[in-house]
């Protein structure tokens, strides 16, 4: 491939490393401006509610941008059909992650016949980003592995993403319900693992194409007088 048609890719990549970058900001960003709610039994989505709320809507935002980046970056250079199929649920996942931004969920003590289009349409996104998340770092890892400088680490956090959900949902199962639709349990600390494994796949993932656009910049930078 040649320096000039690599070139947008690698500025891409870029973006999208940088996007993830901004996630995880935001997300810990808001552990200090909310320390009303209690990690462990508190979902990260809880966070789009109340006078902070555009802090999670970056957060979101800023995942389903460089999902959607690095989807532009490895288009051209994954051919086979688990590659395709793995970019097809990367769609996916920044789809349901836009939608998680650009619709806050309800109150967690909201019954579910009075919960609002915002509301309904957060599950949607929920059950469009998560299945696209999960599958897409399982298949993209291993369509990457001959392309990959740190394939075993992209596999490590396909894997890491995977136990996270595993665990965030046994954690749901074992939640007590308390009085005011409150829930308590462990969940939030999975649900926040799942999120930052998420986060580190897309940078490891990106980073071997944006560092071509660092090199390239390096390279075009006029010599020192």
Known sequence: ????????SALVSTLALAAASVAVLSLTSLHLLRPDLSPPSHMISEYALGAHGWAMTVCFAAFSASSAALLVTLWPRLKSVSGRIGLGFLSLAAIGL???ALFPMDPASTPP?????????HGVSFMIGVPGEILAVLLLSLALRQ???RPKLLVSLAALVWISLGTMVATLIMAVPQPGGVVEGFFGIPNRTFMLAYAAWLMV?????????????????????
């Open 1 to 8: 491939m040649s320096t000039s048609s690599s070139a947008p």
């Open 113 to 121: 016949e009075a919960m609002s289009l915002s509301g309904r349409l």
């Open 147 to 149: 392309q990959s400088p």
């Open 98 to 100: 836009g939608l998680a």
């Open 205 to 225: 993932a990106a980073w071997p194409h944006a560092r071509l656009a660092a090199r390239g910049a390096a390279q075009g930078a006029p010599a020192a007088a």
